[in-house]
């Protein structure tokens, strides 16, 4: 019998998982196990300032290597998890060793999806932005004049965007929805930030999708498109959502459902072991949502090993997300999920806005755009449970203070 935590994932979750036991004064053996070959470290900055070449890269890390040592934290690197065993408690790693532990955490994160080989998804050239060495690769692709299509009118595609235009690239963006962010944001959000890609000259094409990818010499070279017009490009970033790593788990005979079930305090159907982050399914307002962003993936992670630890707080979700692009900074608090009313507010600065989001006549979220009063006060109004009056919010004159009372 053993008492080791053993945490399969180093991303955000599992590293924040171990630093709070830690915290905890938790001192039960910890295994940390990553696939990548370097040490646990930031994922926002790398599709940005990592990329565009104004951050290097030890910058990003959490904690320099010798934490994990003085913190008695066994970071295993360039492994993965290939079969968890819940009957015995054991881990299978992909090099033959087994690790047994009492307690395990599941920190395997999110995948973005690919283009299907059949139209091209497999030509070189064609890139996802996920981990340093995806942007390591796009780093070099993105050269001034060269030709990027951008497949996808998310965040994740609109960031690439305003990189690459940063960084001289001629871009098209295609969506095949109605309009960009659809999925993710109201209308009067997707057309600011639609206005602002389209004034920095990015190309963006909605209700456009993709027929399949050209390619010379096994290399991407132009795109046919859904309403008949071929591009030529350089290369390619697909930016179509991801899926939650949820195949160790569903293997091992845990409940999955779109991810990892876990209840309010991050346990799996075993109560031996946890989940936290984007590969997480967790309770949320009579049903379950995925929440793939940072400040879920650390504020779960550090509620599950206060659980490990002891304790017996529940983890009540307070989402919150940003999204950076040029100069402009979207902020958004709450979770628009089943919105049926949206108001726009013109913030007191130039280039400023909010959208307010309701649910049956109830305040549920907040995109603000360089607009940080509005994202403070709906995020403590989210918080509070307190209702706004709309009166106030329609009167680009009245002080959003005064919603607060």
Known sequence: MTDRLVIIGAGQAGFALAAKLR???DTRP????????????QRPPLSKKYLLGEMAFDRLLFRAEHWYVDNDVDLRLSTWAEQIKPD???VLLQDGSVLDYGTLALATGSTPRRLPAAIGGDLEGVYVARDKRDADLLADEMRPGRRVLIIGGGYIGLEAAAVARHRGLEVTVIEMADRILQRVAAKETADIMRRIHETHDVVIREKTGLKHLVGKDGRVVGAALSDGSVIDIDFAVVGIGVAPNDQLAKEAGLEVANGIVVDEFARTSDPAIFAAGDCAALPWQGGRIRLESVQNAVDQAEAAAAVIAGGSEPYTPKPWFWSDQYDVKLQIAGFNLGYDETLLRPGTREGAHSVWYFREGQLIAVDAINDAKAYVTGKKLLESGTNPDKSILA???ADLKSLLG
């Open 23 to 25: 915290a905890l004064k």
């Open 30 to 41: 910890i295994t940390l196990i990553g696939a990548e070959d370097v040490a646990p470290y």
């Open 88 to 90: 015995s408690k054991q």
């Open 395 to 397: 009167d680009p004159s």
